[in-house]
């Protein structure tokens, strides 16, 4: 109820803007239709209504819509026809319908309800979206002919038809058609059938499924056949709705691993605060955001050069007090790696809080993209993918086309002849180093997008991390990508029958008998310089 | 680990004693046989239809330039790389192809690494206990006990490598020399039939070669005994029957002189060596 | 016998003295000494110790693999929790009808869940025989496939840690469902005997607390005993030359395996002592953390010591226990610290400090004591 009112008031206040609407009290011709409305016998409601509709007036809505929710009422005393915003208590507090004037509280005594019954509320709602039909914005004349499927019934037809007319948008007119079509399913047509067998709304295969019930054996076996070509599309649907939070799940994958591609893959160094160089870069978008406070979508778009800066630095400060000492022994690395994420999570704990905080996402990345009914996605995870592919790409570019990359394939290929040949080897693993914990910052900085922003963010990353990498095959930058997007993927796929947790184990389980069965991973490095 | 058990194991004391009965089938002539083996890495063929035969009691060098496929042909013969195709026998009863490592060195066919590999955290007496040939299965390994004979065998092999006064320090410390020889020293303590020795001499001493030279060639007769090395000298002072490899396959096979006056090996090999 | 040779070393003498010599301590403060005196062994302090003896097992069995077979297992928190499990399945059975919903065969959490009858794989653990079997061969089982795969495959180093890791944290995830059977979330709790004895006595605590110190020292001489054996040398010899210990003849991988499975059997006995004395067992048991603070246990005693790893066990625990009570914020910080110091500067661990000095005239009697070993067998 509480919605209609705020409606209501919404609209009441778009209208008090308007000063075409600030007429004289006594000229407005509203009144004289609600008072129509509210003496009406129970015969003559619906042409009360309709005259309301033709009338065109913009308020007819908010007159309605307060009518079918029982808010129309009428002061004993003077016959005046009033809004009721709030009917708890004693007091109902009222407000004028032509002006949306508040007029204060009055005892419910004084009070006559606007009477309504059952068949005319159920009317009403079609002819609220019949309104709407004549609005100017085609969004808007969309959604009120979607909202019709299912409610026609035989007094919109004539209407509709006529709507059908004067419409020029090619959506608005399909969706009136169909919500013809499925008033005419009902009523045994079965050219109707054909119409909504390639709808994937609710309401079509509902009434469809009403006529596969039906007596109609004709029309069963047609609106049969129907179904099932609408199921076939309705799972090529959600098969691909699998596949974009599959994508979705692996672009995050790719991109909290890709770095660790880089750092483990790469240069043969096992990072385990990997992760938490990842909670950095989230924690730096919180940061910007409250630097920044109302513009989360340019603190956002800032966040990417900082977060990949705050990590980077963080990168090059632990490569220099540790790593660098624990040159060719992994095992040692992997603890001190371990200890420094320990350090960082609670360093996060103390100095900004154990609670997560709330990253606000930008208005141009919240919503969805509708495809069909049947299928919407949203954006902010296809703008993850995509940050995640132009990452790779970028990625790759600087392994393969730039001095550095030459550089760090040399120095890993093999240290001694790299620096004989005059490439400082301890500033390509300074610069390597930072350059994979950078883009752990990015990972970051997306992932602060979908997920909760807080001190164990990191953690519920890195060993997936891992999986990916080693699944992927070590210091394969494309096996790093593949890997991401497949694990996503067949997680996604198994999650439907299996459950999220379920779906985790199944993959990990997967990839520990894999790494068995093929201890390089899907894309090894071969020949003898594997060996070494 | 009863009493008993431990009774029942002294049956077993002279089984080291006791010649070494080899499975091997040497009746039909060759110890070792390759035929038409073939191997790449990534499209490079390191090993191009290979054939060579051993005999018993043959001592064998195989000599080559960088890049011949010598490594690449120990590393198949004791089962580390799988060939593509092809077959290697040991005598005419079994297929190596079809057996691992450790499998092919219970068999009686010892290896000594191009890099000298011993193990460096235990003492020299103990990386000779270790390669001792004895029963190598787990528990067995696990109530294992240092018998008289065995400590008589190691000392005997260690006054052979005349590592005798280190015998009880780490290997670790040892010279790339010594390392040499304590490893030959472990294949000595195996007992095998057939020694595969990846460049034995390298960081070795006039006398160290020498003496290495006289080992090798006491060892030929009893065992057989396969080669590779690049010094030259060494190979002659030894050599008995030289084969050359080249691009993974045999060249030329012959003695030392027949060897180096053949005008294809002087070309790739000899020839950029002079 | 392989089993009683560490017996004639000094270091395993010494350790075994130390060890009963503190047990009997503990026992006797404990009982004589009135509850106002400072010597006074409280049985929360009891159990405390008792706690830190299970892991200094733990600890040892880590040890065990890392130490001289070269695998880093961030993964032996599974075997600890399997085991402790096992126990905390046969505690379960043992409160019978005196839980909360009294119902005579089914676990309160089972009820809760509106469970008819009892899974089959809970079957069996009210026999004390059976659960106790379980508690080595759950973990064993678990690291025998898993280590039969691995090892095969030829998995070690890196790759492996991390697959271990990866192993812990999928069997995390799975006891943390309810539909496991194992109570989820919450895990088993809310003991009442063992072996008829009330886990709630003071006695059963003390006794519980020896029981722990014994298990210390069966374990450490087990484990002393496979790595002063000839096997002991031919883990070293994989550890550091797996090619030429596989050339020799040796099979390497089930040289790995054996002590794996032994040292996950020992891994097991510590989680099932462990859990009655604190009382509750669930998954965070499983968590990679655990795991891994294990491993800087035996990183901060001495790799490859044995010892070393039951004082890094005693040591970090102790702090733990301390740093939590005065100043919780700051034992993370230590715990991260500690890493980073053990693995840049300490890479030997204490044990190693101590020994550099010994080292040399103890070596060469260690041989010969082995060696020595001819004249009596």
């Not at chain 1, 914005?137 to 002919?145: C, F």
Request: charged share 20%.
């Amino acid at each position: 109820m509480s919605i209609i009112r705020s409606l209501t008031l919404l609209l009441f206040a778009i209208i008090m803007i308007n000063p075409a609407f600030a007429q004289d009290q006594n000229t407005d011709s509203g009144r004289a239709l609600l008072t129509n409305l509210a003496e009406a016998p129970a015969s003559e409601v619906e042409d009360a209504i309709k005259s309301i509709v033709r009338s065109g007036d913009e308020r007819a809505r908010g007159w309605l819509e307060a009518y079918g929710a029982n808010r129309l009422s009428r002061i004993k005393d003077t016959g005046q026809v009033v809004l009721v915003l709030n009917n708890r208590g004693r007091d109902w507090e009222i407000a004028d319908p032509l002006t949306g004037e508040n007029m204060g509280e009055m005892s419910r005594r004084e009070l006559d309800r606007v009477a309504i019954n059952n068949r005319i509320r159920g009317q009403l709602e079609g002819i609220l979206a019949i309104l709407d039909l004549n609005a100017a914005d085609p969004d808007v004349r969309e959604a009120s002919a979607r909202d019709l499927m299912g409610k026609v019934d035989a007094a919109l037809v004539e209407p509709l038809q006529a709507q059908l007319e004067t419409e020029e948008n090619a959506a608005v007119r399909d969706r009136i058609q169909a919500a013809l079509a499925i008033y005419r399913v009902g009523e045994g047509d079965l050219d109707a059938v054909d119409e909504l067998s390639g709808s994937l709304h609710p309401r079509a295969r509902a009434a469809l499924s009403e006529a596969v019930r039906g007596d109609n054996p004709a029309l069963a076996a047609k609106a049969r056949q129907a179904l099932a070509a609408i199921e076939q599309k309705l799972k090529l649907n959600s098969a691909a709705e699998t596949l974009y939070f599959g994508l979705s799940m692996g672009s995050v994958l790719v991109l909290a691993a890709i770095g660790l591609a880089i750092t483990f893959g790469v240069m043969g160094v096992i990072n385990m605060a990997h992760g938490e160089l990842i909670m950095l870069g989230a924690y730096t978008t919180w940061g910007m955001q409250q630097l920044l406070p109302g513009q989360p979508g340019l603190a956002l778009i800032l966040s990417i050069p900082a977060g990949f800066m705050v990590a980077a630095t963080a990168g090059i400060i632990i490569e220099r007090s540790v790593i660098q000492f624990l040159k060719g022994r992994p095992l040692e690395t992997l603890l001190a790696t371990f200890g420094i994420s320990l350090i960082l999570q609670q360093l996060v704990r103390t100095v900004i809080s154990p609670q997560n905080r709330t990253v606000v996402t930008p208005e141009w990345m919240s919503g969805s993209l509708v495809i069909n009914d049947a299928l919407s996605l949203t954006l902010n995870r296809m703008y993850v993918l995509a940050f995640a592919l132009i990452v790779f790409a970028g990625l790759m570019l600087i392994m393969r086309k730039t001095r550095l990359g030459l550089e760090v394939r040399a120095v890993t290929q093999n240290r001694n002849m790299a620096r004989s040949m005059g490439i400082r080897a301890t500033r390509v693993d300074i610069l390597t180093f930072a350059l994979g914990s950078g883009v752990a910052g990015l990972a970051g900085v997306a992932l602060s997008q979908l997920t909760n922003v807080g001190p164990n963010l990191g953690q519920n990353y890195i060993i997936d991390s891992f999986m990916v990498v080693v699944f992927g095959g070590v210091g394969n930058l494309w096996g790093t990508l593949i890997a991401g997007l497949s694990l996503g993927t067949i997680n996604q796929l198994l999650e439907p029958w299996a459950g999220a947790v379920l779906a985790k184990i199944i993959v990990l389980v997967f990839i520990i008998l894999f790494i068995q069965k093929r201890p390089k991973g899907l894309f090894p490095q071969k020949g003898r310089a594997a060996e070494g | 680990m009863s009493l008993f058990e431990e009774f029942a194991n002294r049956d077993r004391v002279f089984e080291f004693l006791t010649p070494v009965e080899s499975p091997v089938d040497v009746r039909h002539g060759p110890i070792l046989y390759l035929e038409d083996v073939n191997v790449s890495f990534d499209g490079f063929k390191a090993i191009n239809n290979l054939n060579l035969t051993i005999d018993d009691g043959e001592l064998r060098c195989i000599i080559g330039p960088n890049g011949a496929g010598k490594t690449t042909m120990m590393d198949i013969i004791t089962g580390k790389t799988a060939p593509d195709t092809g077959s290697v026998w040991f005598g005419s009863r079994h297929n190596l192809l079809r057996m691992n490592e450790p499998e092919i060195a219970s068999l009686g066919i010892g290896r000594k690494f191009q890099k000298p590999t011993v193990f460096e955290a235990l003492t020299v007496f103990e990386n000779l206990e270790l390669a001792m040939a004895t029963d190598k299965r787990i528990i067995p390994t696990l109530r294992a006990i240092m018998r008289p004979e065995y400590r008589e065998r190691i000392d005997e092999v260690l006054e052979t490598i005349g590592l005798k006064d280190l015998r009880d320090n780490l290997a670790g410390i040892l010279s790339h020399g010594q390392k040499q020889w304590l490893e030959i020293g472990m294949l000595l303590m195996q007992k095998p039939r057939l020694l595969l020795v990846d460049e034995p001499v390298a960081g070795m001493t006039e006398q160290e070669m020498e003496r290495t030279a006289e080992l090798l060639t006491s060892l030929a007769g009893k065992q057989s005994v396969v080669v590779v090395e690049h010094d030259m000298g060494f190979v002659r002072s030894i050599a008995r029957k030289v084969t050359v490899l080249h691009q993974g396959s045999v060249l030329a096979e012959g003695s030392m002189d027949q060897v180096s006056n053949d005008p294809e090996v002087i070309k790739v090999y000899l020839g950029e060596e002079a | 016998m392989w089993l009683t040779r560490p017996l004639r070393e000094r270091s395993t003498q010494l350790f075994l003295g130390v060890l009963f010599a503190a047990l009997a301590v503990v026992t006797l403060l404990h009982l004589t000494m009135p509850e106002d005196s400072p010597f006074y062994v409280s049985s929360f302090t009891v159990t405390l110790m008792g706690k830190y003896l299970c892991y200094a097992l733990l600890a040892v069995a880590v040890d065990l693999v890392w130490g001289y077979l070269g695998i880093l297992s961030l993964g032996h928190g599974a075997f600890f929790a399997l085991g402790g499990y096992a126990m905390g399945m046969y505690l379960m059975r043992q409160i019978g009808d005196r839980g909360t919903y009294g119902d005579p065969i089914l676990p309160d959490f089972m009820v809760f869940l509106n469970w008819q009858e009892l899974p089959w794989f809970w079957h069996g653990f009210d026999m004390a025989w059976f659960a106790f079997l379980m508690v080595i061969l759950a973990p064993g089982l678990l690291a025998l496939v898993f280590g039969f795969l691995a090892f095969r495959s030829r998995v070690t180093g890196v790759y492996l840690s991390i697959i271990t890791q990866a192993l812990t944290f999928a069997l995390m995830l799975a006891f943390f469902r309810n539909e496991m059977g194992f109570g989820g979330n919450n895990g088993l709790t809310d003991f009442r005997d063992l072996l008829g004895f009330n886990l709630r006595t003071d006695a059963t605590r003390l006794g519980l607390f020896i029981a722990s110190g014994i298990a210390l020292a069966i374990g450490y001489l087990i484990c002393r005993g496979i790595v002063t054996s000839k096997l002991g040398r031919v883990s070293v010899a994989c550890r550091d030359a797996e090619a030429r210990a596989r050339f020799l003849g040796y099979r390497v991988e089930r040289v790995q395996l054996f002590v794996f499975v032994v040292s996950a059997m020992i891994a097991g006995v510590a989680g099932a002592l462990y859990v009655p004395q604190v009382g509750i067992i669930n998954p965070s048991e499983f968590s990679p953390i655990f795991s891994i603070e294990i491993v800087v246990w035996v990183a901060l005693g001495g790799r490859a010591t044995l010892y070393g790893a039951v004082i890094g066990a005693i040591l970090v625990n102790y702090a733990k226990t301390v740093f939590t009570g005065v100043m919780p914020d700051a034992w993370l910080f230590l715990l991260g610290g500690l890493f980073v110091l053990v693995t840049v500067f300490l890479p030997r661990g204490i044990a190693g400090l101590l020994a550099s000095r010994r080292k040399k005239q103890d070596e060469p009697t260690d041989t010969d004591s082995d060696t020595g070993k001819e004249a009596t067998a």
